[in-house]
T-cell receptor, first 116, second 115 residues
Framework: DTEVTQTPKHLVMGMTNKKSLKCEQH?????MYWYKQKAKKPPELMFV???????INESVPSRFSPECPNSSLLNLHLHALQPEDSALYLC???????????????FGSGTRLTVV | AQKVTQAQTEISVVEKEDVTLDCVYE???????LFWYKQPPSGELVFLIR??????QNEISGRYSWNFQKSTSSFNFTITASQVVDSAVYFC????????????FGQGTTLQVKP
């Protein structure tokens, strides 16, 4: 299995809602990432988990809350989002966190989030 | 600081034409990796190639080829005999050892291949 699976593929939520994005991989990778991508822009790193511990938080607002329950699963909990948070949220994994580039990154197909 | 520049925002070609996507990078690290990703309208980032800083050998994979030149800090990507299915956004990215492996993306080049 060489895939990163993200669910749901599309999500529409109100500003007062609480929702979660899910990411799963079964490649034995020990680092997982959340990226945010606005239209016509490159992906921007949000969080990095390495060996199930949060290693990088790119100054992301607290309305985004990541969670890594185990080495195969990564969640992004959303609460009180703003319309400007509407974007494509991409999950990625790599074999190792610190030397991830040695092994490359595998990306999921993303969740298209719309905040209304 | 690391930076990736893709000067071409949009390129439009007619099918069967060859097209080159430019990528220029900046880093002070001696150990780094360069990547190309393809992003079709579906959204998934599709890995195309990874090249480390010690390997300047050019690579060819089918209709795709890559020209890595450290002297000009460039890692250009050429599609030969383009096809409509090549239409996508292409990102060049850099990961340097000193930056804990974070991927730094260029702004992307939108390629449109017309039939």
């Amino acid at each position: 299995d060489t895939e990163v699976t993200q669910t749901p593929k599309h999500l529409v939520m109100g500003m007062t809602n609480k929702k979660s994005l899910k990411c799963e991989q079964h490649m034995g990778h020990r680092a997982m990432y959340w990226y945010k991508q606005k239209a016509k822009k490159p992906p921007e790193l949000m969080f990095v988990y390495s060996y199930e511990k949060l290693s990088i938080n790119e100054s992301v607002p607290s309305r985004f809350s990541p969670e890594c329950p185990n080495s195969s699963l990564l969640n992004l909990h959303l609460h009180a989002l703003q319309p400007e948070d509407s974007a494509l949220y991409l999950c990625a994994s790599s074999q190792d966190g610190g030397a991830a580039a040695n092994y490359g990154y595998t990306f999921g197909s993303g969740t298209r989030l719309t905040v209304v | 600081a690391q930076k990736v520049t893709q000067a071409q925002t949009e390129i439009s070609v007619v099918e069967k034409e060859d097209v080159t996507l430019d990528c220029v990078y900046e880093t002070r690290d001696t150990t780094y990796y360069l990547f190309w990703y393809k992003q079709p309208p579906s959204g998934e980032l599709v890995f195309l190639i990874r090249r480390n800083s010690f390997d300047e050998q050019n690579e060819i994979s089918g209709r795709y080829s890559w020209n890595f030149q450290k002297s000009t800090s460039s890692f250009n990507f050429t599609i030969t005999a383009s096809q409509v299915v090549d239409s996508a956004v292409y990102f060049c990215a850099l990961s340097a050892r000193s930056n804990t492996g974070k991927l730094i993306f260029g702004q992307g080049t939108t390629l449109q291949v017309k039939p």
